[in-house]
């Protein structure tokens, strides 16, 4: 079992910047990739970023691409997302998420372990 623990939500205006992190406790040493995603309001989950664990490949969804910035810290345990030059449409619960099998997901049915959420809202 791994848990996953989100942190560093709030409010931000258009252009400001956010940091997420999410913490992994459990069975973290057999975890392959971990994915950050959102969920907007009235709409689906969609992905955002992953990244593996440890062979340091990356994804980004084209929505935050060149704003957003996926890493890790292997002896915190940790994912961060950095989030700048937000705006208003990246207003969403973010879930960070894991998942043991390769290959590298950017779908919501390719992560089996999930955090509970942070609110990200930024204001125009």
């Known amino acids: 079992q791994v848990q996953l623990v989100e942190s560093g939500g709030g409010l931000a205006q258009a252009g400001g910047s956010l940091r997420l992190s999410c913490l992994a406790s459990?069975?973290?040493?057999?975890?392959?990739?971990m994915g950050w995603f959102r969920q907007p309001p009235g709409k689906d989950r969609e992905f955002v970023a992953a990244i593996t664990w440890n062979v340091g490949r990356i994804y980004y969804a084209d929505s935050v691409k060149g704003r957003f910035t996926i890493s890790r810290d292997n002896a915190k345990n940790t994912v961060y997302l950095q989030m700048n030059s937000l705006k208003p449409e990246d207003t969403a619960v973010y879930y960070c998420?894991?998942?043991?099998?390769?290959?590298?997901?950017?779908?919501?049915?390719?992560?089996?372990?999930w955090g509970q959420g942070t609110q990200v809202t930024v204001s125009s």
């Open positions: 459990g069975r973290t040493i057999s975890v392959y990739g």
């Open positions: 998420a894991a998942d043991h099998l390769s290959p590298l997901s950017t779908v919501v049915t390719g992560y089996y372990y």
